[in-house]
């Protein structure tokens, strides 16, 4: 019997692959509007990592970053995760934390601060990037409203 390490990769998405990722973003209740035109901006921009995890040669999982310049008050790049995804028979087996790992890897080739921006609702999420080594910063977000 093969172990779960045998059967699980982790790798660079290809257009080819959209379906499957929309079809995960959709089970999981929709979350990024647009997937489908973002996934294909991602895989073509070298400043962007957008990963699959597979188990047994299906997808299953999801994980996508891009880099920015700079922000206020920065003089390096600053990468955001922008879009994570794991099908739910896989959630809690650590195969979410391999894909988050592996993301926050690219993600530094590119630049010394990876951050994101999450709901205060979303604990899930919040488990999840405080697995991979996130934590809450002193920053404020502000949204424009008219």
């Known amino acids: 019997m093969q172990s779960i390490d045998t059967k699980f990769n982790i790798r660079d998405a290809t257009v080819d692959d959209i ?10 209740g929709g979350l ?5 035109e973002k996934v294909k901006d991602m895989v073509a ?4 990592t957008f990963l699959v995890a597979e188990f047994d040669g299906k997808i299953v999982g999801y994980a996508g970053g891009v880099v920015r310049d700079t922000e206020f008050g920065e003089s390096d790049p600053v990468a955001y995760v922008t879009h994570v995804g794991l099908n739910s028979e896989f959630k809690s087996k650590g195969m979410g934390k391999m894909l988050g790992d592996r993301l926050v890897t690219a993600l530094e080739k590119h630049a010394p601060t990876i951050r994101t921006i999450l709901s205060f609702d ?7 990037f405080n697995a991979i080594g996130f934590k809450k910063t002193d920053l404020m977000v502000f949204e424009y409203d008219e």
């Not at 990024?32 to 489908?36: A, D, G, S």
């Not at 921009?45 to 962007?48: C, F, N, W, Y």
Request: proline share 4%; hydrophobic share 30%; net charge negative.
């Open 19 to 28: 379906k499957a990722i929309k079809a995960i973003d959709d089970e999981l």
């Open 32 to 36: 990024h509007p647009n997937l489908e």
């Open 45 to 48: 921009d070298e400043h962007s």
């Open 122 to 128: 979303r604990g899930d999420l919040q488990s999840f």
